[in-house]
């Protein structure tokens, strides 16, 4: 009887999976064209699969083994089912293959039970806690009507009682396993998952084995000048194609949700449920099954859409509230720790173009800081002349005199602001101590327009980095310095795509370079306790980690380290226009930071960005105090003696040096 049924079972699974397949991939192709070499993404797949995914997921063991064993077996499973019981190969070695493939998926299956009996707030419910109990269906039903292939049992054992139960169960497996692939439900990752690996909208994320450097972070550039294409994503086919497919990757595990800054302070973002949004648009739909945690503050239910309808609409009934996508600080966070390597910034910000570019729709401070950058060059609208006051008694070499330097040091919007004039002061003081040939643009320099990207406004984030290009192009330097890991990013990794190269280091990164090669002379430092906090822009978006903690020890400082450090280091809050779109929640992030911060009993907070300064320093006292990498520098700075004038009746104006 079986030999019969499971043929049949198995093709009808198999044809109704490949037209689920081929209305998945129609959905998807609603998105716009996106250039990508489709057999060579196809033949990378595997190792990005088998590697670089697994590498994110390694950060939990527990998950590590389990998604191997599960993954891994029914991979296996799968294709010898078809073998044997599809096509009737009734080999004893294929028998015991697929004996031994259906026991390591089922030791899978228990792991995976096991986590669901007692599951993290983060993970979604609803069908993924039948998850287990369709895995070890599967997995025993065709361990059972595989022991006859095997030669352990005999052909006929069982009867057709028992045979019209392992029909059954092997039915619950292969509609679970085979046919949620492609028509939705828990396994539906694995197989949009796959393709999202194979034609990544960036593959330069991947191995450099596959053609990539490994890390990519800037945002991608419009083309302004095609009056065809849209000005961000108003509705889910404004997206491309590749990026709809990455959404049906999620797996809803929450380990963004977990990590998300905006989420923990209770602003109405949760980056899984926008990824779950953006595939209920794309099929059309409302959230009202969601599985997961809601937005806080936000009910479930309320909010629908479809593939062209608008995301954000006016009456806030759409797929998302226009909070949702302002809550979130650019942190990066979320797809540091996504396993399926999504890219929730880049569909944030995809988003926020079109209410900028399109509506006009920055809340709060927003336009103000817009219209500034576009009137002034910089986001406080100060008059730009005054962009050197800070440095008025320290006169700076400027490259419009000397033309060439070995480092043209980028001051950043901190000069227009009282406290990181200090950081600056202290940075020029260490690179003359170290002799250093450098220079800075002065007056010619803008705002780099990170804040005006990451608010949406791309029209004037490339008018300023035209600008900016055209004034470095006039000048002869090896590299760039800035104390501003948001300039450093734009300068090092954005403007790149509008005809700016440049090697870009953060000051940490060169003060360690000084220290290294004995250009500076450094006591110890002398104060209290210290930790350190990880900017984002630095760090997870520029893997930066080491050479502040080195500069740190340098200068005979053991970093008391954080729970939350290096690439899951929390926000401080300050990034992606968040304090100027000021989205209310239960509280404020820099002062969940700061609780981090108190928890390791240091006095002092280590920090290598002036937006973190002024996040910091915003907290309620009593709190550590707040100094920049390149002031502790400069406290422990062993200065050469100055000359000392001595006079005489005979020559007045005679120096002895000492």
Known sequence: MLDTLLPILIFCALAVMMLGAWRRVSLWRQGRPSPVPLMRGLAAMPRRYLVDLHQVVERDRYMSRTHVATAGGFVLAALLAIIVHGFGLHHRLLGFALLGATVLMFIGALFVARRRRNPPARL??????????????????FFVVTLPVAGVLPADAGGWVLALLLAVGVAWGVAEMFLGMTWGGPMKHAFAGALHLAWHRRAE?????????GRSTGLKALNLDDPEAPLGVEKPTDFTWNQLLGFDACVQCGKCEAACPAFAAGQPLNPKKLIQDMVIGLAGGNDASFAGSPYPGVP???????????IVNQQGKGLVGADTLWSCTTCRACVEECPMMIEHVDAIVDMRRHLTLEQGATPNKGADVLD??????????????????????????LMSEKRQADVLFWVGDGAFDMR?????RAFVKVL??????FAVLGLEERDSGDVARRLGDEATFQSLAKRNIASLAQYRFNKIVTCDPHSFHVLKNEYGALGGNYQVLHHSTYMGELIAGGQLNLSQHKGGSVTYHDPCYLGRYNGEYEAPRNVLKAIGIEVKEMERSGFRSRCCGGGGGAPITDIPGKQR?????????????????????PQCTAMFEGVVEPRPHVKDIAELVADVLIEAPAPVRKTSAASPDVLEVH
Request: hydrophobic share 35%; proline share 8%; net charge neutral.
């Open 124 to 141: 979604s419910k609803g069908p993924w806690n039948r998850l287990p109990k369709s895995l070890l269906m599967f997995s025993v039903s």
């Open 205 to 213: 994320r991947f191995s450099t084995r596959v053609g990539g450097s």
């Open 300 to 310: 479930l239910g309320e909010h629908s859409g479809g593939p062209h309808q608008p």
């Open 372 to 397: 500034n950058l576009i009137a002034t060059d910089n986001p406080g609208g100060f008059n730009p002349g005054g962009r050197l006051n800070w440095a008025a008694d320290l006169n700076l070499p």
């Open 420 to 424: 990181n004039q200090r950081t600056l």
């Open 432 to 437: 003359k101590a170290a002799e250093v040939d």
């Open 589 to 609: 992030i820099p002062d969940m930071r700061m609780e981090d911060i108190k928890e390791t009993g240091a006095e002092l907070v280590a920090v290598g960005c």
